[in-house]
Nanobody, 124 residues
Framework: QVQLVESGGGLVQPGGSLRLSCAAS????????MNWYRQAPGKQRELVAG???????NYLDSVKGRFTIARDNAKNTVYLHMNSLKPEDTAVYYC??????????????????WGQGTQVTVSS
């Protein structure tokens, strides 16, 4: 089992910055990827940024150049640095971890774990 705890959300003016943190605990072995999702009221959840075990990253097109995802393996923590925030970035942001679970030789599954979410509000 993996537990994820997010922090760093809050109210910020357009153009401002925030850093979100997600600390993983429990059975953190074999976590293949950590991701940030967000969901605004009445909208579908969307993947904002992800980082894999080999440090490969990907971003939602609308946040490229503004957001940066990073991980500190020693602390089992993933960060989302958000710059030049826009009102459309307002959402609840969720941390996600994908863990590979081997159940037999040549048979494995990916388990998903989620944090409780942290509110980010961008408003003047």
């Amino acid at each position: 089992q993996v537990q994820l705890v997010e922090s760093g959300g809050g109210l910020v003016q357009p153009g401002g910055s925030l850093r979100l943190s997600c600390a993983a605990s429990g059975s953190t072995f074999s976590i293949n990827a950590m991701n940030w999702y967000r969901q605004a009221p009445g909208k579908q959840r969307e993947l904002v940024a992800g980082i894999t075990s080999d440090e490969s990253t990907n971003y939602l097109d609308s946040v490229k150049g503004r957001f940066t995802i990073a991980r500190d393996n020693a602390k089992n923590t993933v960060y989302l640095h958000m710059n030049s925030l826009k009102p459309e970035d307002t959402a609840v942001y969720y941390c996600n971890a994908v863990q590979l679970r081997t159940v037999a030789a040549g048979l494995a599954f990916k388990d998903n774990y989620w944090g409780q979410g942290t509110q980010v509000t961008v408003s003047s």
